[in-house]
């Protein structure tokens, strides 16, 4: 099965820097990959994907690049705030199929004032 | 107007118990699953039904029976709980052909003592 890596566990940034989170995965049939926020105490939630047929995807501040061959792909957060703060967790999948969608271990993001 | 409700949010209680969480999803989905969420925030996959059919059942120990009456619906029942099971439990549904874009509810903190 798909085997997802997400690296580093804990990114301190300034704010207003940007941060980059990257992950790897396994399963060369996986095309479709999004990204989930988890706030303390919250549920996770979904903030962004890219499917395989795409290399990058931007949405305001956050944005997503796909690299096929090498299987990675990255989460860039620019200009973060303090609510950019949370866990974030990266996910692999086939497009279609038995919706097992593979978790990373997750990355938890300090933005310090 | 919740999209993914589950209940209760908070529960605690005594080892050697049986408890219930319940889910209920409006989104029209087709696909639910209860995912465990440990202290170290990892997402680990129970259990996934897909039309009130079991699709994807990890090792998870059988005092964990998930049972799913319609599919906008997936409880899961606990036996004879254990200290280890203290965790937080997301049910979650998702779409079949959709990138398996999962929602998830808010969370059930168990707590046992």
């Known amino acids: 099965g798909e085997n997802v890596e997400q690296h580093p566990s804990t990114l301190s940034v300034q704010e207003g820097d940007s941060a980059v989170i990257k992950c790897t995965y396994s399963?060369?049939?996986?095309?479709?990959f999004p990204w989930y926020k988890q706030e303390l105490g919250k549920r996770p939630q979904l903030i962004i994907d890219?499917?395989?047929?795409?290399g990058e995807k931007k949405d305001q501040r956050i944005a997503v690049t796909l690299n096929k061959t090498a299987k990675h792909f990255s989460l860039h957060i620019t200009e973060t705030q303090p609510e950019d703060s949370a866990v974030y967790f990266c996910?692999?999948?086939?497009?279609?199929?038995?919706?097992?969608?593979?978790f990373g271990k997750g990355n938890q993001v300090v933005v310090i004032p | 107007d919740t999209a993914v409700s589950q209940t209760p949010k908070y529960l605690v209680t005594q080892m050697g118990n049986d408890k219930s969480i319940k889910c209920e999803q409006n989104?029209?989905?087709?696909?639910m699953y209860w995912y465990k969420q440990d202290s170290k925030k990892f997402l680990k996959i129970m259990f996934s039904?897909?039309?009130?059919?079991?699709?994807i059942n990890e090792t998870v120990p059988n005092r964990f029976s998930p049972k799913s009456p319609d599919k906008a619906h997936l409880n899961l029942h606990i036996n004879s709980l254990e200290l280890g099971d203290s965790a937080v439990y997301f049910c979650?549904?998702?779409?079949?052909?959709?990138?398996?874009?999962?929602?998830f509810g808010e969370g059930s903190w168990l707590t046992v003592v």
């Open positions: 399963d060369s049939a996986s095309n479709y």
């Open positions: 890219i499917r395989s047929n795409v």
């Open positions: 039904y897909n039309n009130k059919e079991l699709i």
């Open positions: 996910a692999a999948s086939p497009f279609y199929g038995n919706n097992r969608l593979a």
């Open positions: 979650a549904s998702s779409h079949t052909g959709t990138g398996n874009t999962i929602y």
């Open positions: 989104l029209g989905h087709d696909t």
